[in-house]
């Protein structure tokens, strides 16, 4: 059963909220969508706040980022979300978020990526039924050419089938799954091991 735009358009709203309320999402930043059929997806609309959607600020794109509703301004990152519906079928969401401790964690990691091993949470990702496995997060650097950035992200896509996510250096998080709240456990379990991760290295020193 495919759900109506105005219930897609519900979720966004519900995510924003919930992600600004954990202030995973500071004022205008961020952006959120949901697939609407095979060739679309509906986006949040430019510069808005992400606490205070309503059901008017969100537009249909096509899967190359054009907007399907004339006068309203479709997120400056609208290439990032439609690559991964391009990318595979059965992405339903995507949730890209600022939180500090993505920030943080991007700008402190020098490699071009971080990786999680033992912890109880990496189960909480699609696909991953272990703490014995490895979740490696690539880190691109942030580039305000959205157009050449999806094009970095893309050869990491088709060469990691298993990725559930990745970081945009100094700036954010993005990820995914199959519905929206596939997405949010993801969001969770993500800032989960970021904030491990910082801890653990301030008492190590490292
Ligand atoms: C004030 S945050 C800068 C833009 C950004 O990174 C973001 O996530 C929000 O951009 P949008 O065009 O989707 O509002
Ligand atoms: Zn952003």
Not at 66 to 84: I, R
Request: charged share 25%; aromatic share 8%; glycine share 6%.
């Amino acid at each position: 059963m495919s759900l109506t735009r105005e219930h897609l358009a519900q979720e966004i709203i519900d995510a924003g909220r919930f992600l600004y309320g954990r202030g995973w999402s500071p004022a205008t930043s961020s952006n959120y969508s949901t697939r609407l059929s095979p060739t679309e997806a509906l986006l949040t609309v430019s510069g808005k706040h992400k606490g205070q959607l309503g059901l008017d600020d969100v537009l249909a794109t096509d899967l190359s980022g054009n907007s399907l509703e004339p006068g309203k301004k479709p997120s400056a990152e609208t290439l990032l979300h439609t690559q991964l519906y391009s990318w595979r079928p059965e992405i339903g969401a995507v949730l890209h978020t600022h939180s500090v401790n993505a920030t943080v964690l991007s700008r402190l990691t020098p490699e071009d990526f971080i990786e999680f091993e033992d912890y109880e949470l990496q189960k909480a990702f699609s696909g991953v039924s272990t703490h014995e496995s490895r979740v490696r997060v690539p880190i691109f650097d942030n580039d305000q050419d959205i157009a050449r950035l999806a094009a970095e992200v893309q050869p990491w896509l088709d060469a990691h089938p298993d990725c559930v996510g990745y970081l945009i250096r100094g700036h954010g998080l993005y990820t995914w799954g199959a519905r929206m709240s596939d997405a949010l456990r993801q969001i969770e379990a993500f800032e989960f091991l970021f904030e491990c991760e910082l801890k653990t290295r301030s008492l190590l020193n490292r």
